[in-house]
């Protein structure tokens, strides 16, 4: 009978757990947590990040479990006018209905709805008929238009990001060291933070240009980095998404098996690992001191990781032509 892969007990069945998660584009699975786990996990935070996150998968074009895309709010400019409006899976945009407005025409009274949807649409229709009122329906040809979007980066430190941060680590561990090894005691701690958010690890957001620059990734590619360290005791890792949201996480103080070293990097776009360019024999670990030593890495600094981030999409973003 399998094991959750959280909280340990045995049950008749698991379910597969995404090492990134699927509203970020992941597909790679492990088996896996119960049902009692997976809701509990869901519903502390991960259905939050699936919603802050959306944004940046809709702008990356990366897709979801059912190779949809998400409906994100937006601004269109139309004639010099900034409207609300609606970006949709298709890549079509749909205007927020406006407010209907009253006027008089060849002295007749008429109220006047715009960017009306389909329900709108047939609700008008039966009300007209109903009334016994005239509805005259008008369209206008379609245009294109530029659409943006903006918002804040405040969650990227917040307690469910990081908890976010700390599980995909595990279950990468769990996917690249197998089940055995992840569910042993070394990691009882770790376990506990994801499930309850308290205690120890403490995962850390962190910039380092030095590390970003030598490693370079797409911002459609999420990474784990993992090392474990007999002479320091420790198994770490480093999680990015989408190419430059970077978490250090301590996975287990008290290790006393052999080194290991690992790195994963997922294409979100193509739902598939790439493979890396391993330069030195033990590259990650000189990553992991890199990050952890350095003067030059930022520590929990959400604005200058978020100016960081932001600069890195726009820059990616405008290197290619929108599909």
């Not at 952890?292 to 405008?318: I, R």
């Amino acid at each position: 009978m399998p094991h959750c892969l959280f909280c340990l007990t045995q049950h008749d069945d698991v379910t597969d757990e995404h090492v990134f998660m699927a509203a970020i584009g992941g597909k790679l699975v492990v088996k896996g947590s119960c049902v009692q786990c997976n809701n509990a996990l869901n519903k502390a935070f991960e259905e939050k990040m699936v919603r802050r996150l959306a944004d940046f998968r809709r702008v990356l074009r990366i897709p979801g479990r059912r190779g949809e895309f998400p409906t994100i709010d937006t601004k269109i400019e139309v004639n010099g006018k900034e409207m609300d409006g609606k970006l949709l899976s298709d890549g079509s945009i749909r205007l927020r209905p406006l407010p209907p407005t009253k006027r008089v025409r060849d002295g007749v009274e008429e109220t006047v709805y715009e960017h009306v949807n389909d329900k709108q649409k047939e609700e008008l229709r039966r009300h007209a008929r109903e009334k016994g009122l005239e509805l005259i329906e008008e369209t206008t040809p379609g245009v294109e238009v530029q659409g943006y979007f903006s918002g804040d980066l405040d969650f990227i430190d917040s307690a469910e990001m990081l908890r976010t941060a700390a599980k995909t680590a595990y279950t990468a561990l769990a996917l690249r060291m197998g089940l055995d090894f992840a569910m042993g005691d070394t990691f009882n701690d770790l376990r506990a933070y994801i499930l309850t958010g308290t205690g120890s690890p403490n995962p850390k957001l962190f910039l380092n240009a030095d590390f970003l620059a030598a490693c370079a990734q797409g911002p459609h590619q999420h990474s784990v980095v993992l090392v474990g360290r007999n002479d320091k005791h420790r198994v770490d890792a480093i999680v990015r998404f989408f190419g430059g949201l970077c978490y250090f996480v301590n996975l287990a103080e008290g290790y006393a098996g052999a080194d290991f070293f690992d790195t994963l990097v997922y294409d979100a776009q193509r739902g598939e690992t790439n493979k890396t360019l391993v330069v030195h024999e033990q590259a990650e670990f000189l990553q992991m001191d890199e990050v952890c030593g350095s003067k030059e890495t930022v520590w929990n600094d959400k604005v200058q990781s978020g100016e960081w981030f932001v600069k890195f999409l726009d820059e990616a973003v405008s290197a290619k032509p929108s599909s």
